[in-house]
């Protein structure tokens, strides 16, 4: 198994201090910029409703991080949805702008943990216009890494519930690129049956192509679902790509998989067990649902990988590992497609 060794200041970042992210701070999204690494961070006001918006941090260091903005940085009102919520931002840098993709809901649901499994949700806030957790997906752009402006929304509009949708940090042959995790897209032709990966380009970030399925469940670990997890990072034996599976019994782990350069669709490798899984008590017990690692940024700095997970809906962690190790690690030990 590798060594992927996690902060000894885990978590890293926790709720508190503003009322706006009094009691969870989870699923960054993270980018590093001239040496500041920037997180941005789900933080949720309340659990009844469970209304969250994006908050701005900043570090040196990429492990003590400060509050860059006293303030978060996008809410629902920016979307023109005073009711609604912001969910797990990703943030990728194209061409010289940052993008930020992010997931929403037009209401927020009121949140009651279960103390041992995913808690139960009431959508009670709002107006509901369609199925119950009608999920959508959109995508903001800044030219500042602070200040962000809503650029369309990305969903196939036959579909509900999609999440885990994630830009590529540049083009695909002069296209956009975005993973996505439709829950309920499911292909009657392949028989699948399970939350997987997918893949759609675009020209304009507003018109997509039909999605193209990358890769599903495949192991007990991933039992129940996979989405993407952090943005893909390029690397010289392809697109990094670390992932969250869920299994049968809600826990959620952490995987990885290389993608080709030239046409992502295709895997290279994919790891036959999970990098990561809960072990730490901040892992394993929190606020909101338990034995949680929710994997959502990736930063590779001065050779080290940096990963920034959410912990239990509740609080941010922190671990690295050389990339060439997890590189070699993903080739040797992971299973390879032609």
Avoid at 15 to 21: A, F
Avoid at 66 to 94: C, F, Q, Y
Avoid at 165 to 190: H, M, N, T, W, Y
Wanted: aromatic share 12%; proline share 8%; net charge negative.
């Amino acid at each position: 198994m590798i060594n992927i060794k996690r902060s000894p200041l885990n978590p890293i970042i926790r709720p508190g201090t503003h009322p706006w992210r009094q009691v969870a701070s989870f699923n960054p999204g993270v980018i590093c910029e001239n040496g500041h690494f920037f997180l941005y961070e789900r933080a949720a006001a309340s659990l009844r409703p469970l209304t969250c918006s994006v908050g701005l941090w900043e570090s040196l260091d990429g492990e003590s991080f400060s509050l860059k903005v006293d303030h978060p940085i996008l809410t629902p009102a920016d979307l023109k949805l005073p009711n609604g919520t912001i969910e797990d931002p990703r943030v990728v840098k194209i061409d010289q702008h940052y993008y930020m993709t992010f997931a929403y809901r037009p209401y927020t649901f009121n949140c009651f943990p279960t103390g041992y499994r995913i808690p139960d949700y009431t959508a009670l806030v709002g107006t509901i216009d369609g199925p119950e957790n009608n999920t959508m997906s959109g995508i903001a752009v800044s030219d500042d890494l602070v200040h962000f402006t809503y650029v369309s929304t990305i969903n196939p509009s036959q579909h509900c519930d999609d999440r885990d949708v994630i830009l590529f940090p540049g083009k695909i042959k002069g296209r956009f690129a975005i993973l996505e995790r439709p829950k309920d897209f499911v292909d009657k032709k392949s028989g699948l049956d399970k939350p997987s990966i997918w893949i759609a380009y675009s020209d304009d970030l507003k018109s997509w192509t039909k999605p193209t399925l990358i890769a599903t469940p495949r192991y007990a670990w991933e039992g129940s679902k996979i989405g993407a997890g952090a943005p893909p990072i390029k690397t010289e034996m392809g697109w990094l790509l670390i992932y969250h599976a869920v299994d049968d019994a809600d826990t959620y782990r952490v995987g990885a998989m290389l993608l080709d350069l030239e046409n992502p669709s295709k895997v290279l490798y994919r790891t036959k067990t999970f990098l990561m899984e809960p072990t730490e008590y901040y892992e394993k017990y929190g606020l909101i649902i338990p034995n949680v690692i929710f994997p959502t940024g990736a930063v590779i700095h001065n050779g080290l990988l940096h990963i920034y997970y959410g912990c239990c809906d509740t609080a941010i962690g922190l671990a690295t590992v050389p990339i060439k190790e997890l590189l070699n690690y993903l080739i040797k030990e992971g299973e390879h497609f032609e």
